[in-house]
T-cell receptor
Framework: RKEVEQDPGPFNVPEGATVAFNCTYS??????FFWYRQDCRKEPKLLMS???SGNEDGRFTAQLNRASQYISLLIRDSKLSDSATYLC????????????FGQGTELSVKP | DTAVSQTPKYLVTQMGNDKSIKCEQN?????MYWYKQDSKKFLKIMFS???????INETVPNRFSPKSPDKAHLNLHINSLELGDSAVYFC????????????FGPGTRLTVT
């Protein structure tokens, strides 16, 4: 079983749609969680951290459920510029703090 | 100014050759990393250095040898290249080894023929 699992998609949505991505992780000792964004043929960039209380940054909302070992990302009012691959990332002290990346979920927003 | 830079951006070479990829960061960070992203898009850590000392060394063939001459540079040398080494190699840096926000370089697309 992969340490971090995501639906690879692609998710094809119209502009203005709301889209949700899910991610599960297998290491119960994981204590830090993130969403990174990777544009086609570019480097990954941190989108947002994920906290147990949930957090929001503009049109983006991230949620964490430690009991279910589940992380989500909600994008409201999708823009064409949101088209990218969204990477779920997990880290834990018992792995030396290294980041474990999911395969990524590809999003394509169409006009 | 580019925060994390890598050279070359593209590298095409034949099996059996030896090649190096260079990485430099101007962020003043203490920790640097090498990642490999394969054709299925999985991004996996290979090595991490903190202040020139190796702190993470994943299960990577010993044909791969990182070198950090100073904390702003982390180079990757690959001996006896194989077809399976074809991938995108990303360098990254973070403020320190406890900092989870990592800044990635643009990647080096390695193709072994």
């Amino acid at each position: 079983r992969k340490e971090v699992e995501q639906d690879p998609g692609p998710f094809n949505v119209p502009e203005g749609a709301t889209v949700a991505f899910n991610c599960t992780y297998s290491n119960s000792a994981s204590q830090s969680f993130f969403w990174y964004r990777q544009d086609c043929r570019k480097e990954p960039k941190l989108l947002m951290s994920v906290y147990s209380s949930g957090n929001e940054d503009g049109r983006f909302t991230a949620q964490l459920n430690r009991a279910s070992q589940y992380i989500s990302l909600l994008i409201r009012d999708s823009k064409l510029s949101d088209s990218a691959t969204y990477l779920c990332v997990v880290s834990s002290y018992n792995q030396g703090g290294k980041l474990i990346f999911g395969q990524g979920t590809e999003l394509s927003v169409k006009p | 100014d580019t925060a994390v830079s890598q050279t070359p951006k593209y590298l095409v070479t034949q099996m059996g050759n030896d090649k190096s990829i260079k990485c430099e960061q101007n962020l003043g960070h203490d920790t640097m990393y090498w990642y490999k992203q394969d054709s299925k898009k999985f991004l996996k850590i290979m090595f991490s250095y903190n202040n020139k000392e190796l702190i993470i060394n994943e299960t990577v063939p010993n044909r791969f040898s990182p070198k950090s001459p100073d904390k702003a540079h982390l180079n990757l040398h690959i001996n006896s290249l194989e077809l399976g080494d074809s991938a995108v190699y990303f360098c990254a840096s973070s403020r320190d080894s406890a900092s989870y926000e990592q800044y990635f370089g643009p990647g080096t697309r390695l193709t072994v023929t």
